[in-house]
């Protein structure tokens, strides 16, 4: 038996949840039985069945001396739903393989423990490397309470985000901004600031009809949560006539201090501590981990997108570039005026670069 291709096809299913399941991670399982599948699952949306639990009412009876395929481990403890590993014991499955251990410290290995001394046979690491990519964000909230944070950017080639009046509509292709739609999509959170909300007075919403077909199977709009959208305004310049404000979707205005007025129920006001009279970024990113997101897509200008690459807060920098030329007056996309040799210089690393109709699209680590 090729325990591969049936592990992989496991992977495949997982990512089926990639808009619905935040914050929770995507998993997905196949139950095999004679070299024939008879049971197959994935996590479908926050709060619902888990994947494990989907692929054995599929499976029925034929789980009795079968094998599991599952992405990550099965959970030991009780959260929207019931724990996974006694029902999995019950259905007569004899050996599972777990392609990466549950990252949470307090129960990671305990599933394993049990089906071992329930006499089922245990195989973890079949595409652990796979499986912890899949899950990044979870993995890394999980290990340091901080969510995965993607930067998102748009730009010239000679590397500016505006003209010298600021004006910056649009530097990329409508199909660009398009692609977008799919990063928001895939977000928990996305996070911008007054200064952004002020100038452009964007919705900052998951635009549907701006997603291609492919996608649009896969989101379910009844299944689906839209990101909750983060304003950085330290300085209180937010107003209920924002059309930001007007769309009724959770809103987090990220404060020094409360202004005492009557929000609209689906805005709060965050209080957090500051840093010279400005918002603790880390401070920040620590409290948004504890409301359980676990992944943020940041779209800002020059000055939040220097700091936070500054304090290393970047896991992903994303950009699209645009074929123009703007020219040595207008707005660079980064402010590192430190660097004055090529010794204090920034080091990347090219992950991925697509192209995306006349633009080149660059996913960046460090």
């Not at 409301?291 to 800002?300: P, Y």
Request: charged content about 25%.
């Amino acid at each position: 038996m090729n325990h591969k291709i049936y592990m992989k096809k496991a992977i495949f299913l997982a990512k089926k949840g990639i808009f619905t399941t935040s914050s929770n991670p995507m998993v997905g399982c196949i139950i095999v039985k004679k070299n024939i599948i008879v049971g197959q699952g994935w996590h479908k949306k926050f709060g619902s069945s888990h994947a494990e639990i989907n692929a054995l009412k599929e499976s029925k009876k034929l789980s009795i001396g079968s094998t599991m395929y599952i992405t990550l481990e099965p959970c030991f403890h009780y959260g929207k739903t019931g724990p996974c590993y006694k029902k999995i014991v019950k259905s007569g499955i004899k050996e599972i393989f777990i392609a990466v251990k549950d990252p949470n410290p307090k129960v990671s290995g305990q599933s394993i423990k049990f089906f071992k001394k329930s006499g089922i046979i245990v195989h973890l690491g079949l595409m652990k490397n796979e499986a912890k990519n899949l899950n990044k964000d979870f993995f890394k909230w999980m290990k340091t309470k901080i969510p995965w944070i993607k930067l998102k950017m748009a730009m010239s080639i000679d590397g500016k985000i505006a003209d010298n009046s600021g004006f910056s509509k649009w530097i990329t292709s409508k199909k660009s901004r398009k692609n977008v739609q799919i990063l928001r999509a895939k977000s928990s959170a996305i996070l911008t600031t007054s200064n952004t909300v002020i100038k452009d007075n964007p919705l900052l919403n998951v635009r549907f009809s701006d997603i291609n077909k492919k996608n649009k199977l896969i989101i379910k709009k009844k299944n689906y949560i839209h990101p909750i959208r983060i304003i950085i305004d330290s300085k209180n310049r937010i107003k209920k006539n924002h059309k930001i404000i007007q769309i009724k979707e959770k809103i987090f205005l990220i404060r020094l201090k409360s202004d005492n007025k009557k929000w609209p129920k689906h805005v709060k006001q965050i209080i957090v501590p500051q840093y010279k009279k400005k918002i603790n970024l880390i401070n920040l990113f620590y409290l948004l981990g504890t409301l359980n997101i676990k992944n943020i897509l940041i779209e800002s200008g020059s000055l939040l997108a220097t700091s936070l690459i500054s304090l290393k807060l970047v896991d992903e920098l994303i950009i699209y570039c645009a074929p123009i030329i703007l020219g040595n007056k207008s707005k660079p996309i980064f402010l590192f005026n430190k660097i004055k040799k090529m010794s204090q210089s920034k080091k990347i690393y090219f992950k991925k670069i697509t192209r995306i109709g006349s633009d080149l699209k660059f996913t960046i680590t460090f």
